[in-house]
């Protein structure tokens, strides 16, 4: 198995600018995570999804922030219009059913906003 | 509100010691995890520990659960280098626990010779 997939791995863009990060799972996980992580706030939660429904968007900063998952191979984490403070690491993870399972975190993406 | 609690967050050691990483946590969850994080890395999966009493090895790393305490550690023994990295202890959200995972700061070690 490849493991989750992330793309880009790095992006650099100015203020302003849209931002679509790319996640594909681990195929048969019926959940997804989606989390930011930079040194001043840790890992954090931004929303997750199971079997494609997103169940909790409540770590989401704000409306500039949007995540959709069409189909259970691939989810789509957008930031519009982009601002230097969502500078972070965003990192994918991916889990089967079964409320003890570990999540699988993908490489991640690296995001700097000029 | 689940608080995750990491204790030291930075953690310098010479090889061939032993030390422990703690992590408690504020209110009542049935599912702890720790992972490690290499710089510049992903995050990856070391224990999972699902009772009061868990306890789970890998080699020098031991993993222990008390949910009484809410309290977690991992016990590294007789350090070496390749041990360095970032550890992380995780814990399942209460309410709508599918899913949803609280992680502390993270304990950065560096392992010396």
């Known amino acids: 198995d490849a493991g989750v997939i992330q793309s880009p791995r790095h992006e650099v863009t100015e203020m302003g600018q849209e931002v679509t990060l790319r996640c594909k799972p681990i195929?048969?996980?019926?959940?997804l995570f989606w989390y930011r992580q930079t040194m001043m706030r840790g890992l954090e939660l931004l929303i997750y999804?199971?079997?494609?429904?997103?169940?909790?968007d409540s770590g989401m900063p704000e409306d500039r922030f949007s995540a959709k998952m069409p189909n259970a191979s691939f989810s789509t984490l957008k930031i519009q219009p982009s601002e230097p403070r969502d500078s972070a690491v965003y990192f994918c993870?991916?889990?089967?059913?079964?409320?003890?399972?570990?999540?699988?975190f993908g490489p991640g993406t690296r995001l700097l906003v000029l | 509100e689940l608080k995750v609690e990491q204790n030291p967050l930075f953690l310098s050691m010479q090889e061939g010691k032993n030390y422990t990483i703690y992590c408690n946590y504020s209110t009542t969850s049935d599912r702890l995890y720790w992972y490690r994080q290499d710089p510049g890395k992903s995050l990856e999966s070391l224990f999972v520990?699902?009772?009061?009493?868990a306890v789970k090895q890998e080699g020098r790393l031991m993993a222990s659960l008390d949910t009484k305490a809410r309290l977690s550690t991992l016990h590294i023994t007789a350090a070496v280098h390749d041990l360095s990295a970032t550890y992380f202890c995780?814990?399942?959200?209460?309410?709508?626990?599918?899913?949803?995972?609280?992680f502390g700061k993270g304990t950065k070690l560096s392992v010396k010779p």
């Open positions: 995780a814990v399942a959200a209460p309410e709508g626990s599918q899913g949803n995972l609280i």
């Open positions: 993870a991916s889990r089967p059913d079964g409320w003890y399972r570990t999540q699988y």
């Open positions: 520990l699902l009772s009061n009493g």
């Open positions: 195929s048969g996980h019926d959940y």
């Open positions: 999804f199971n079997n494609n429904v997103p169940i909790d």
